[in-house]
């Protein structure tokens, strides 16, 4: 939003110099600062984010001051006292947030009030469970926070609570010789998923960017609760494709990276599976039967199967768009590819099959790129290519049966080409853009 406001003052600047150049008329150039300064006026303004922010800040550090004060003076209330003081911070909430609902307050109360109520939620649970000596780990407490605080999220579309939720969940897969309460996690996750979609899908919403990060944080979730559980390395591929094919969208409609993490973010976890599958080959999809459970092995085809069916989703999406290419088709490929590889690796095939697929595989999609940045004078995806093509060469390089002097000389001579071909290239951008000024 920040970007279009920028680009609508700069555009509004500009309209005196076209009108003086004779680019366009008086007449167009008021049609046009009428329409424009509407848009300007219908922006939120700067300062609606900043409150927004405070509010959050304020909420969570009244909820921390209470609890500092409670526990200052707790050994002094009888325990009638002590439970009613437990529900205070929950109460103080519930009241902040049943007058913010029927008030029709802003964003910013209704992030302050989701945060005090669920923080105060919090405090009450905590507080019952020392008073009673109930005992109980951390991932069980958060397990049942998160259950508490999820209607809040969907009741006052709060994105700070949220972004909490988030960081929550990964409370609740408790330590390494601790048994993750699967069902329970899987419908936290599940739970959240409908909010973070919804705001993903409308253009018009304004946590649309941040949802972007968020949902890579709920997907990070989703391998460490579930990918162990019979192969991490098919949810791993799976969940680089899909994120990868998602950043299609934006890309095409060039927004930059800030504004679309999915892009740089799946390019380099993909660049790192690629690499790590054309050295160990079917290896990477390897599934251990031992300590493999049927409860753990449904779930892990559950959160792999929500992984393919958004893969099917956007794939058809776009194709029914026409926004086919070859990248989004080496996508496909790729799904398949992993779904195959854990296949063979069940059935102890040979390994050299996959690790020669994924060598294919990988030279090709950085060929792909470097086609599609040459064609389109895109430096991002000529650097992604030549990066992906480099590194393939490398590895085989430096896997090879070949002296140290070799190696040293051939790593030398990749740089001395990579530096080369962004020389060239920068310049053939810069023909290009001077060729298109001349041309206009």
Known sequence: MAEKVG?????LEELPKLREAGVIDSGTEEKLQKHYRERLAEAPSPQKYFLLAL???GSVLIAGGIILLFNYNWDMFTKTTRIAIAFLPMALGAAVSVFTLTTGRSQAWREGSAVLTSAGTAVAIALLSHIYHTGGTLSEFMT??????LPLVYIFNSISLTTLYCVGLFMTLGTWNEQT??????????????FVGWHLVREKSPYRIWMRYLAMGFAMFTLLAFGGKYSAGLMLYTAGAV????????RDKGEGMLRNPWLPASFFFLLVLLSIGTCSGGRIFQVHPSGKTLEGILYFWLAEGTFLILFALLFVRDYFRKRMDFQRLMMLILIAAALLGTLLEAYRADNIYMRLALIVYMGVLGVTLLMRGCRETSMLAF????????LLIGLRFFDADIGLLARAIGFIVLGLGFIGANILFSRRLARAKSMEVNHA
Do not use: E, H, K
């Open 55 to 57: 509010s959050i800040v």
């Open 243 to 250: 994120f990868m094919l998602a950043s299609m969208g934006p």
């Open 383 to 390: 650097n992604g290519g030549l990066l992906m093509c480099v």
């Open 181 to 194: 309460n699967l069902p329970m996690v899987f419908g936290l996750l599940t739970g959240i998923l409908p």
């Open 7 to 11: 680009m609508i003052r700069w555009f």
């Open 144 to 149: 049942l926070v998160l259950l508490l605080a």
